[in-house]
């Protein structure tokens, strides 16, 4: 009954829902395309019985990108279908593997939706990204005897409070997932809380630790940074949001007046707020450059700002700086994934909102590897401190670096549970 009345109330509320899409159509065109699929309408792939996995968007497909390769790799004759809700997770899935997967939007949470996406694929184990938990999508695959892994899992407390509040509902949708893999005790706690039942339930650490920087793109970023900023002192904030990068660009401003040379790689979150950004970076006052004007050559002498205004180029940035702030935390947000610039070894900042990462955070706080800032002047400060002393930041980076490094091996066991449930399945042979 209660899967019935929310059932009943998406369809209820569907004409708001494509308003909402076609407002965001308006603001990012590319979310007026494929309308079809979301509601399960596409041309069915040539192979099924494969591995369906769902990655939301962009943060989640990269972090599912290992996955994908290594079933595209050991299990050729399985087929892969990804499916992303935004087209920024469209575009980096097509990026990232082309023709090699068979990507769709995932459908609407409606039961006739979700019955035309699961007839056209027929997978034989479905892997959910981290979080992206639809009542209509996780029961009705695990009704058809379809394995359903929530992989990468992490529940925050404030989550676990909102879903606490309809526990008729997700009690009965936590309750049929095959396995959960959680990425701390914590998070674990609070899934078997809402209804995985314990022997269900795993924690492998986050698959994020297992970031892995190709060496071909530490040469292209070592050659960028060479090329456009030559000695100037670089420093990065990553996946902003609105009302957020007032805050950098004041502390900016102050840096400048020690470091009159520094440079700041500034990289909104979403696409459809780069032409807002640059406006207000403009209306600030500062001399910029926008990264996809120059992406073959570079002449960044002179410019303050570098706006970060393309799409797959985040960890390639990252590598160009001395010091990274991750965004998402100075509003309440929750913050973003520090885990890729400690990869680099840069000395990591954020904002105090970090509830969606607080277990990655605490280790690289815990490390020495990240310090939190609360607004634009304690941000100033610390950019300058690190900048004035190298050594400190190497050390930093370094802390943050060996978080990373001491904490890999989840890919390895998340693995190893999917390709357990297709051996259940029978898709692989034991």
């Known amino acids: 009954m209660p899967r019935f009345l929310y059932s009943a109330f998406f369809y209820l509320i569907l004409p708001l829902v494509l308003l909402r899409l076609l407002w965001r159509g308006w603001r990012a065109p590319a979310y007026r395309d494929r309308i079809g699929q979301r509601f399960g309408f596409f041309e069915a792939p040539q192979r099924q019985n494969g591995v369906w996995i769902h990655a939301v968007s962009v943060g989640e497909s990269i972090a599912a990108a290992p996955v994908i390769e290594h079933f595209l790799a050991a299990y050729p004759h399985l087929p892969v279908v990804v499916t992303t809700m935004t087209p920024t997770g469209s575009e980096r899935v097509t990026a990232m593997f082309g023709d090699r997967v068979f990507h769709v939007y995932a459908p609407y949470d409606l039961p006739d939706a979700v019955a035309r996406f ?4 027929k997978p034989s184990v479905a892997v959910i990204m981290e979080t992206e938990i639809w009542p209509n999508m996780v029961c009705q695959t695990a009704a058809m005897g379809i394995p359903v892994i929530l992989a990468n899992a992490r529940l925050s407390a404030r989550s676990a409070r909102g879903y606490g509040r309809l526990s008729a509902l997700t009690q009965s949708v936590f309750s049929r997932f095959s396995k959960v893999v959680a990425q701390s005790p914590d998070d674990g706690a609070r899934f078997v809380m809402l209804g995985v039942p314990e022997e269900n339930m795993t924690v492998s650490g986050s698959i994020k630790f297992d970031l892995a920087i190709p060496a071909a793109l530490r040469d292209q970023a070592s050659a960028l940074h060479e090329a456009c900023f030559g000695s100037r002192p670089v420093w990065i904030a990553a996946s902003t949001h609105a009302g957020e990068d007032e805050i950098l660009l004041a502390a900016h401003r102050q840096l400048l007046n020690e470091q009159p040379d520094a440079v700041l ?10 032409l807002k950004v640059a406006e207000l970076v403009a209306a600030s ?8 004007e120059y992406q073959n050559e570079c002449s960044a002498e002179g410019a ?8 797959g180029e985040l960890l390639l940035l990252l590598g160009c700086a001395d010091i990274a702030f991750v965004g998402g935390s100075l509003i309440e947000h929750g913050g973003h994934n520090t885990l890729e610039p400690a990869a680099w070894g840069l000395p ?3 904002g105090p909102s970090d509830f969606n990462f607080a277990e990655i955070s605490s280790l690289l706080e815990a490390s020495g590897g990240l310090i939190k800032v609360a607004d634009s002047d304690a941000l100033a400060r610390e950019l300058g401190a690190l900048l004035d002393d190298p050594e400190r930041a190497e050390n930093q980076g370094a802390m943050a670096k060996q978080v990373v490094d001491a904490n890999r091996g989840a890919l390895q066991r998340l693995l190893a549970v999917i390709e357990q449930a297709l051996r259940e399945h ?3 042979k034991s």
């Open 285 to 292: 006052g500062f001399r910029y450059l926008r990264r996809s």
């Open 265 to 274: 790689i500034l990289v909104p979150r979403h696409p459809e707020r780069f």
């Open 348 to 350: 990591v900042l954020t």
């Open 118 to 121: 699961l007839k056209r694929i």
């Open 426 to 428: 029978k898709s692989l």
């Open 304 to 311: 303050q700002v570098i706006l970060g205004d393309t799409m």
